[in-house]
């Protein structure tokens, strides 16, 4: 079984930064690619940056520029910097990992962490 922690989240001010993490931890796995989606009150979930084992990344258009995603294969670990936060970013995020497991490959999530950017 593989699990994902993410850590990171809270409240900043408009302009402001921060830095969300997510680590997967487990045995006998792989992974293919790790992302982060995030949720707003009353809106469906969407992608907001992806980036694949071969570190190829894809962002939303709202979040190109601000905000940049990183990973550290050795460490299973997926960052998301965000820069020059605005109140539309106010969100439950979520972290995402396409998982190889022996021949299946399954999407795992967590548990989500709350962004909060005051005006």
């Known amino acids: 079984q593989v699990q994902l922690v993410e850590s990171g989240g809270g409240l900043v001010q408009a302009g402001g930064s921060l830095r969300l993490s997510c680590v997967a931890s487990?045995?006998?796995?792989?992974?293919?690619?790790m992302g982060w989606y995030r949720q707003a009150p009353g809106k469906q979930r969407e992608l907001v940056a992806r980036?694949?084992?071969?570190?190829?990344?894809n962002y939303a258009d709202s979040v190109k520029g601000r905000f940049t995603i990183s990973m550290d294969n050795a460490k299973n670990t997926v960052y998301l910097q965000m820069n020059s936060l605005k109140p539309e970013d106010t969100a439950v995020y979520y972290c995402?990992?396409?998982?190889?497991?022996?021949?299946?490959?399954?999407?795992?999530w967590g548990q989500g962490t709350q962004v909060t950017v005051s005006s």
């Open positions: 980036i694949t084992s071969g570190t190829s990344t």
């Open positions: 487990g045995s006998g796995f792989s992974i293919n690619a």
């Open positions: 995402n990992a396409v998982i190889r497991l022996r021949t299946i490959i399954t999407d795992y």
